[in-house]
């Protein structure tokens, strides 16, 4: 018979691609990787994870199990996760949550407040991630649950096995220093500020394809000259009047009296926030606990 702890092993060096990152992996440590020899390796017929420098690498039987497996596996996961509604009591266990940097603040951050007072025996532990990342991590089963965002009509790759749930739209502004001469007016067209010069997050973040995309409706491209990840540190370049930047208000610091807010049309910078876990997760209470207190706050400061 199968070694159900060796099936996991195996699952978890296939995913993470080394014997260290899978045990490494953030949640409930799977099994030590096993020795050729012991009783795994007999009753996986060898299929043991070989070392590879600091990796490792499975034979063929090890992914001929993995990919069998996967199934009895998603089993299991969605057996262990209704456990709490058929004992009933208090939510507990623990959610390994992702999330982008401005969720963190302006939602996780309020959502973990209220959860830590009611909920004692909820664990809940926040990893920052961009959405693509996040929806990564949870698919492959080393994060339960991700606040993701896609802005305008631009998609997000959501696997078939994840489940998505909307919790509400955040709009950005432009922000320009506080002389320029559309300061003080609003709202205003995109192609404004077509001849602006710009920060922006890095190519391939989802920030950046909304960007260029708003631009591209329009026929334009973007003069992008800085490039930051933290909005906090666009904010310091606005400021300095070096350039103009589209941050959203979802989790924006009060800005300094040297950076205005415009709003913008023609596109609309509008994002939906989303969140999604594993199919296989839904019949978890702390899932359902760790939602239900996402959507009230995203219910106070969200658009519907």
């Given amino acids: 018979m199968i070694d159900l702890d060796h099936l996991v092993t195996l699952s978890a060096v296939r995913r993470t691609g080394s014997i260290g990152g899978a045990a490494a992996r953030p949640g409930p440590t799977p099994p030590a990787p096993p020795q050729p020899g012991k009783r795994p390796a007999r009753r996986g017929g060898g299929a043991v994870p070989a070392p590879v420098g600091r990796g490792g690498m499975l034979p063929e039987l090890g992914r001929h199990l993995v990919d069998e497996g996967a199934d009895i596996l998603a089993r299991l996961e969605a057996l262990e996760s209704g456990l709490g509604r058929v004992t009933g009591g208090p939510v507990s266990g623990s959610v390994r949550l992702v999330a982008f940097s401005t969720a963190v603040r302006g939602l996780v951050a309020p959502a973990l407040r209220a959860l830590t007072a009611a909920e004692p025996g909820l664990d809940v532990t926040v990893v920052e991630h961009d959405p693509h990342d996040a929806i990564a991590l949870v698919a492959s089963g080393t994060a339960d649950a991700a606040l993701v965002h896609n802005w305008g009509d631009l998609p997000l790759p959501f696997p078939e096995h994840l489940e998505v749930v909307g919790l509400g739209t955040d709009t950005a502004d432009v922000l320009v220093p506080a002389g320029h001469p559309l300061a003080a007016h609003g709202p205003v067209d995109a192609t404004a500020f077509a001849g602006e010069r710009w920060v922006c997050a890095p190519e391939?973040?989802?920030?950046?394809?909304?960007?260029?995309?708003?631009?591209?409706l329009h026929g334009r491209?973007?003069?992008?000259?800085?490039?930051a990840m933290e909005f906090s540190s666009q904010v310091g370049l606005v400021a300095e009047g070096v350039c103009v930047g589209l941050v959203p208000r979802l989790g924006r610091e009060e800005l300094p009296a040297a950076v205005v807010p415009v709003a913008v049309t023609d596109p609309v910078p509008t994002r939906r926030v989303m969140m999604t876990w594993r199919r296989t997760m839904a019949p978890s209470p702390a899932i359902g606990r760790v939602r239900e207190e996402l959507e009230?706050?995203?219910?106070d400061r969200l658009a519907r």
């Fill in 296 to 299: 009230r706050v995203a219910a």
């Fill in 204 to 216: 391939g973040s989802v920030c950046h394809g909304w960007l260029t995309h708003m631009f591209d």
């Fill in 221 to 227: 491209r973007p003069d992008i000259r800085h490039w």
